[in-house]
């Protein structure tokens, strides 16, 4: 399969806890993007990576989220203090760079379920 | 910031009935994707607008993209009930620094009636 994977595909965790994904995009693309998605709503950016640099975050994300590409490969997305809020499915797209608009190819998605 | 508005939230439709979805911005966009979203999936792109007045075919789906590039439209022919999910238009905007933000509408939920 050489679509868009991500790990874990569900996870639950206590209020305070701390989570991480993992995003492996496609295997040529330079760039890597998250989303959050809410029920009812259009996946929300969250941050851009190109090869191992991120050069775009939200202004609606809070500084208990991190993400990081350390080798311009995979990706993580950290939350630190998870709170009820931040139940959602957690989507990651990656795509090509070769002109100014791409689709972008997007993983099954990590649901984030906070108690 | 840029916004889309999506119209209607939802549609339900008989098998064999046409639907259209509609994606409007009060400022003038450079492009619009479009993507589809089965239930329980991850949004599939399906395809990119960027002429004014563009107008791409894909079997029984047309998508149209307003002169002004301030809307546009997805017009799906003799719905299937494969059709079902939800269809979302996103627009893709460069916001400096070698950096392009995907923002998207809220989508178009179709259901197809048997």
């Known amino acids: 399969d050489t679509g868009v994977s991500q790990n874990p595909r569900h996870k639950i965790t206590k209020r305070g806890q701390n989570v991480t994904f993992r995003c492996d995009p496609i295997?040529?693309?330079?760039?890597l993007y998250w989303y959050r998605q809410t029920l009812g709503q259009g996946p929300e950016f969250l941050t851009y990576?190109?090869?191992?640099?991120?050069?775009?975050k939200s202004r609606l994300l809070s500084d208990r989220f991190s993400a990081e590409r350390p080798k311009g490969s995979f990706s993580t997305l950290e939350i630190q203090r998870t709170e009820q809020g931040d139940s959602a499915m957690y989507l990651c797209a990656s795509s090509l760079r070769d002109k100014s608009y791409n689709e972008q190819f997007f993983g099954p998605g990590t649901r984030l379920t906070v108690l | 910031g840029q916004q889309v508005m999506q119209i209607p939230q939802y549609q339900h439709v008989q098998e064999g009935e046409d639907f259209t979805t509609y994606c409007n911005s009060s400022?003038?966009?450079?492009?619009i994707q479009w993507y589809k979203q089965r239930p329980g999936g991850h949004p599939v792109f399906l395809i990119q607008l960027v002429k004014s007045g563009e107008v791409k075919k894909q079997k029984r789906l047309t998508f149209q993209f307003g002169e002004a590039k301030k809307n546009s439209s997805l017009h799906i022919t003799a719905t299937q009930t494969t059709d079902v999910g939800t269809y979302f238009c996103?627009?893709?905007?460069?916001?400096?620094?070698?950096?392009?933000?995907?923002?998207f509408g809220k989508g178009t939920k179709l259901s197809v009636i048997p």
């Open positions: 400022t003038t966009l450079s492009n």
């Open positions: 996103a627009f893709l905007a460069y916001s400096g620094a070698g950096s392009y933000q995907l923002t």
């Open positions: 990576f190109q090869n191992e640099a991120q050069l775009e």
């Open positions: 295997s040529e693309h330079n760039r």
